[in-house]
């Protein structure tokens, strides 16, 4: 456990300027590319290629193994990895843009979309899931890094809880 350092903090400011960077061009290439000139065809075609290849990928990081050769796991996650950021980034934009197509941004119906959204996010227990990804990097294993660390086991089947992991990257 290292706590919140300064160089900690560096880190996960980089990796939000990071994070930022990738997804705001992958969304803007859709835009270039998908239905350009459809906002309504864009949008439902975006969602449906996010949903499909979410659906297709997200059990293939059980296959990712957690020992072995580094350069391996660190392909094997990094691979992965950039294949989800499309499928997210997908489902992400193809949600946004349904709302752009049908809905009137009225301060009102704003904060009624804001309420109900967090609303059933916290009656299913998952506001964590608002947070920005470096801080999801910092609690998605228990590993030593330059990340903060909380005591938390998320996205770690409950029999390696306790068998000392080393970090991927």
Known sequence: YMGWTFVSFALSWMLSICVVSCWRASWYLLNMYLFPKDKVAMAWTSLAIGTVSFF?????????PLRGPRMTRVAMRTIYGYFMLWSVVCQWHGIWVVWDAYHVGTPGALWLVHGIGFALLACCLATTALLAPPFVASIDVHVPSLLPQIPSYYGIPASLQDV???PYF
């Open 164 to 166: 000392p992991i080393t």
């Open 56 to 64: 297709l990928l997200h059990p293939l990081r059980d296959y990712i």
